[in-house]
């Protein structure tokens, strides 16, 4: 899996086939809502893969039909928390929570102003405090990182509550130059995994060439 991850300092950006094929159904303005949220699955599923790399692991013995052996396991010692922001990241948690079962799931309310770009909270379930930080792991998950305001506001949540930035990861199937900046200028040590890093964003915010807008393809909303 590493292979097809290019790693620069604190991002990925994937080259592997299975992740551009479907990132370019994404982008195709004919793909339909239904394909639209099945190939959002699918390179999410390959993204998130990479993003929990840095999972802690164990060796344990288990004992086969056969035979006593060595192996390894994800510490149970570790807390996962998954982080969908709302709403285009419902998808994205969905498949994150398929792969690892245990984990909390935190949602993050948040849509993006249309005139002035700036979040706008409206929901968040993270607990007062965290119990138990040193082993906490965050997966924030967006499918797109465009401004990097929602990002900054997602992350910042943990930050301020004790994560260390270093096991903070944020997830985004599409990224525009500008919020990468944003979040590494605020946050150098909160790792960005992402498909592609775009050319820029137009006069709306929107990453260009990108796909449009992500929450409105997935939910079918364009009105
Ligand atoms: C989109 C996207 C991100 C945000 C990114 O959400 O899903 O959350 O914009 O933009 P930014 O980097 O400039 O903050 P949107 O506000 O459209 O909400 P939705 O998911 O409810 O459609
Ligand atoms: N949000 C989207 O859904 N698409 C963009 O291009 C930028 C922000």
Known sequence: MDASFRTMENISVCEHPIALHNLSILRDKNTP?????????RLAEVLFFSATDNLPVIKTEIETPLTKTHTTIIDPN????????????????????????????????????????????YYNKLPDKFKDIENTYVYILDPMLATGGS?????????????????????SLLSAPVGIEKVHTNYPNVKVITA???????????????????GDRIFNTLY
């Open 78 to 121: 570790a807390k996962v928390i998954i982080a969908p922001i709302l709403r285009a990241a419902l998808l994205f948690s969905e498949i994150a929570s398929n792969l690892l079962p245990d984990a909390t799931v935190q949602h993050i309310g948040l849509y993006r102003c249309k005139q002035t770009l700036n979040p706008v909270w």
């Open 151 to 171: 990002a900054i506001e997602a992350i910042s949540l943990y930050v301020e509550k004790g994560i260390p930035q270093e096991r903070i990861r944020f997830i």
């Open 196 to 214: 592609w890093v775009d050319e820029y964003l137009n006069d709306h915010g929107y990453i260009v060439p990108g796909l449009g807008d992500a």
């Open 33 to 41: 809502s239904e394909l639209f949220r099945n190939a959002s699955r």
